[in-house]
């Protein structure tokens, strides 16, 4: 099934190159079903080029995915065209009366600064608690990962000495009820996963009584996927949604600014940058998103309007 995003935006044709079917709002329309609706707070730097990774996912999925893009409206980012914002962008102020089956929140460069020093901070606290009741399951990812662990739970992330940087391998954890949970269905025991991190979230750091799910790790990268069924949360501190070359990108980026930045490990053929990478990943990415869409399908209200009823409900029994 298609995923339905603006025939103008410039990831469409990215992705109607690579087979990915994407459909317009008249097609969409006589279709007789209703479509996810998935909104991406996306905060990545490159914002086109992270609209193509996830949409290439979610695309994948045989459902139809309408998928709302949004941005901050505290702060503007000089990394993409002012135009292009405005095209194809919302602000959470613009939707936040809509309820959502499904929010992506993205990583951002601004893991080093303390949380409350990021501008856009205040913003992101209230879209998050926005989402516990207007948005029936959400992904976060890398730093929206840690962020929304810090502002629910209180867990700080820890500065690494350095950069954490390349593919590293990781499994789904020996208990019996992480290894049935829906998100790592079909999963093998273990899996190379995209690593591009300067902190990290420590699994003893994670409140006991919090109901949070511990599913796939790495000795050498430590926490990788973690799952709150009581929200219907995935937090994943890593990069699945990667393209090929998006750790050679990020390496030629770091060289030119300092000479000694070490390689990516286990990405180069050979440990060779001049060799081109291989994905190893990339159907492991398929198979969480789709993994995730399925179980969001199976349990979202078809009336969406009733989404969070049920969170709102058990927050005024325990108010009362």
Known sequence: MPIKIPSDLPAAAKLADEGV??????????????????????????KPRTEVQLARLLGATPLQVELTLLTTSTYQPRTVPLSHLQRFYRTWEDVRHRKFDGLIVTGAPVELLPFEEVKYWKELCAILDWSRTHVHSSFFICWGAQAALYHFHGVPKHTLPCKRFGIYTHYVVEREDARRNPLVRGFDDYFLVPVSRHTETRIEDLPQDAGLEVLAVSNAAGLCLLYEPKYRAVYMFNHLEYDTDTLHNEYMRDRAKRPDVFMPINYYPDDDPSKPPRNCWRAYAHLLFANWINEMYQTTPYAIERIGEDRVEARTTAAA
Do not use: T
Request: glycine content about 4%; proline content about 8%.
């Open 21 to 46: 079917r994407v459909i317009g709002e008249e097609e969409a329309l006589r279709q007789d079903i209703r479509p996810m609706e998935i909104a991406l707070l996306n905060l990545m730097p490159e």
